[in-house]
């Protein structure tokens, strides 16, 4: 399936938020997640489905003013 | 007189920044010199690299309270899903809310800042909003929950220090219980002195700090400005006069004309 | 780049002034809580009671240096006469030399000053001119001996803070090897720390100390402030600018708008 | 003989400034002299000879800014 | 460069008030001698002593446009039922919008004045808001179909002046194309010269002028200094700096020292 | 209340520069335009090409008073033999004594202004002495015979307007009767109302004119300023104050709400 | 029937807006009206019928600023 | 003889400064004259001889500020 992943089109095997960040080699970040411009809770990527063209936004701890 | 921030009381007044530092370890330095009681954060795409990770151990390792912010938001929803991406990774329901409304000043959108001010607040947030003096506009993000304002005393990274002292003072003048930050601005240690000899409760500072040619030894410099001003504040400070006044007693004076 | 005093190094950029205390006892503890490195002194008739004996053993005990000041001298021969004793009395060849011109500004008379400064420093005084911040009358101090300039940032215990802050900065360009300490109009930290970051080298306090509320915090206020302020200015300040800049980077932010 | 001290007309018995400060209970004191706005140094309180008329200034540490 | 209010050009970039004069006759003396060409005007409940009418064939007598405002409105019903009243009566498309947001400054609400802006333009009305020097706001009032825009400087009647020029100076830079009149808080000739240089299309007194101990002369001289101003700013004035530069040309000068 | 200078009254509040202006035509339309009631004149090596005879004839036909200079002495015996040489050529005992002291800033030297002065009083001349806002050297001209004194803003050329804007209030509260005239560091026509309306009697300008890039707009937006500042000296304009105050009335405002 | 005037409660014969002016001596006048914060033009002020409690403004024009 | 004229060494032949003016073509001009730093006034011109070396300033109206 093809979607978006930090604004670049990837293709992915997973069907799932969890699997993705698995197949991503992000499953033990600490990140937050978004699809669509909605925030996913860390307690729902296993049971987040995903679908062709979701824009799937991974975020990290970063410097900030 | 010494305001909390939610419930939390800070140990000192200065919340400092955590952008644009030469280095990591130039940023470690510059916090212990600082004597920070709040470091600000944000959130960034995760590029694999695991940067995120071991920025966020460095932080931890400050030991002070984090304080994410939603810094390049432009809209209600982008600052919201914002908020949760960040309460979520940073363990916190503080928020440095910013709503930027405007490219060249970067200020505040103080429209879209009291409607997610209001969303946010609802679900549980203690809001920080980065907002302008403006009392009206304070009235509304008090009446939406929030219990600390941060108004801009400049454009973010100006350092040009409090553009309009009037309305700064005027906006400590009518909030006398709510915690006011001075936030984005400030080039000086004077500066943060002056605006804690106003009554404000802390400031917040990142460009004068990084962008110094020390930042570790501004960052002290920081620390003193502000504990100085917060002192002064309550010391009760001579009243300026137009005329002079003699410090040294006349009386008694010797004739020798 | 720090100065040092006719060949004294001060400890702290802070002389604090000895007049207008609640008592003794508030004097000695703002002293401690000051960290101030110099204390100012005069000379007054002694009336047989014996006070100038006690408080000679007080100030003794701070264990600073001691300016006597030739303060309420209106005249070349007043000053210099009151020069003499002081030097006699405090075993100094330091004077802070005023000689007032104008008794509603308790402004220095800059040309008896320079009169007396040449006299004074022709007899070995190490003098210290209370003066205006004019370059002109600089020159002619440092012409007629003096290493140090102790200009004005407003009239004695007013209070207002630099009433002319381009001079100010103008006279530290033009003496880039002279020390310069601000003396008298100084009403708040934030007055210090601008000062300090404007290159001068030291600043007295007295009203702005004595006066306050709580003088004894007061004290420690400055003291923070002034070190503030000099390690501002070796701190290499960032440059103000009219435009804004981010503080927080904007590349990898996330698209959630 | 009838002098000033630091401005009050008074009569004196002395006859050296020294001697004036004694007979006032100054002998002891920390203190610096002036004779007619003239400095008169410590070491020469001794020597010098009081006049009537003369205005003497004796005076001491006292706080100042 | 002279911008037209909403197609009409002024002959005179001066809106005068017609409130607090000691008397009409001086009141109208002084829009004569202020050569004014707008008037704010008001509306009050009609007594039955018909001073209406009266008043109203004096401000029509001064040959000037009206431009009737929404004074003391606290909310945007109150300000837009108070428009149309204004418009049946002065007959004109014109409304100075105010919606006051406290009573301590008499600043604008400026969330009731952007939906009061947007209500009033789409029933037709010219709408001439007074707000704050506040870019989003001005950008939500242009969009909400105002062409003119009247930030304030200070406080209705406080007379302090631009308590924040820097961003007067940035709300002007942002909207080259709106005509901007500063309205509120000017209380000296200077002020409004100021405004003017800074490229302000107009300004708009009332307390300056009917306060002043002459009123008719000040009048005048707010007329002049609106006039110098605005000349200026056409005139490509020079930049100031820090360095100075001798007038008088050194070349040819006599040898005689 | 209106003083004169050494018994002659002046027609207009506006002393103009002669130097620097494009051309001798725009330098003639400047002052027309300016309406000023004296002209600044100097002395330079006649070259045999005849120029000085030329601009003589060109100065006289602009109708106003003479004012000749010292520009650019630098020591008391320049400044007096200069003085006298003007007072030959330009047939007048008004002398605009400058002795410069300090290369960069262009300020008096105060010293020998003050013996300058007094040479030149003691031989017949009327000196108008270029001077700062120091009192102490006020009372040494006035001492001098000094009936006009002639304080700087800025250092000449620079455009800043008042650096010390309390020196000048103070310098006009200490001498009520003297003719004070504000010259040099004035770049702005606001600058100049701001002066008049502090009340001052006269501003000189010249370089904020000459170099604008419309000089002969420029001259006229100086003299309505200055028009404007002294219309308000007179005029008791209202005292400013921190809160704000209606200026529409609020009884009988009806109720909409 | 009883409204409010301005403010004022006042027993009025009219039964509209027009006749309230009329009857109240201000027919000829410059004035506005509005009618329970509602404004109402001139022009429907003779069909505009008055009921009982109507709060009733009737403004004309003032010095502003 | 040799003098300076404005700063330039130059030779003449008058002995007075009114015929130094004259020689220089400058005896109508309206012009100050100082020599060796001291005011001559025009009055003097005549009577005023010059020395070999004198340091002569003629001076004409300019711009000032």
Chains 1, 4, 7, 8 share one sequence.
């Not at chain 2, 916090?31 to 990770?53: K, N, Q």
């Not at chain 2, 100006?158 to 003072?169: A, K």
């Not at chain 2, 804690?196 to 990142?206: H, Q, R």
């Not at chain 2, 040619?213 to 300026?240: I, L, Q, R």
Request: hydrophobic share 50%.
């Amino acid at each position: 399936m093809r979607l978006y992943l930090n604004g670049e089109a990837v293709e992915v095997e997973a069907g799932t938020l969890a699997g993705l960040l698995e197949e991503r080699g992000l499953g033990d970040r600490l990140v937050a997640t978004a699809i669509n411009e909605v925030f996913v809770a860390a307690a729902s990527r296993e049971t987040q489905e995903l679908k062709d063209g979701d824009r799937v936004e991974v975020v990290a701890p970063m410097q900030g003013g | 007189m010494k305001k909390d921030f939610y419930g939390t009381a800070l140990a000192t007044p200065l919340m400092l920044g955590t952008a644009q530092y030469p280095s990591p370890a130039v940023l470690a330095d510059a916090f212990r010199e600082s004597d920070a009681s709040v470091a600000t954060v944000s959130l960034r795409r995760e590029g694999g690299g695991g940067a995120g990770g071991a920025f966020w151990d460095l932080i931890r390792d400050l030991g002070v309270h984090m304080l994410p912010n939603t810094a390049g938001c432009h809209t209600v929803k982008e600052a919201v899903t914002t908020a949760h991406m960040a309460r979520e990774v940073f363990a916190t329901p503080w928020i440095k809310l910013e709503v930027i409304g405007n490219t060249d000043t970067l200020q505040p959108d103080i429209f879209a800042l009291v409607e997610a001010a209001g969303i946010l607040a609802d679900d549980g947030f203690e809001v920080f909003p980065y907002t302008t003096e403006d009392l009206v506009t304070a009235d509304r993000l008090v009446e939406a929950g929030c219990r600390v304002l941060m108004p801009w005393a400049a454009p973010i990274g100006s350092g040009l220090g409090p553009v309009n002292e009037y309305g700064l003072r005027s906006l400590r003048a009518h909030f006398p219980d709510i915690a006011l930050v001075v936030d984005a601005g400030l080039g000086l240690p004077s500066h943060a002195a002056r605006v804690m000899e106003m009554g404000y409760d802390a400031v917040l500072i990142n460009s004068a700090v990084a962008r110094a040619g020390d930042p570790v030894a501004m960052a002290g410099a920081f620390a003193k400005a502000v504990e100085a001003g917060a002192t002064a504040a309550a010391a009760d400070p001579m009243d300026a006069r137009d005329m002079a006044a003699p410090s040294t007693p006349v009386i008694g004076k010797a004739f020798l004309a």
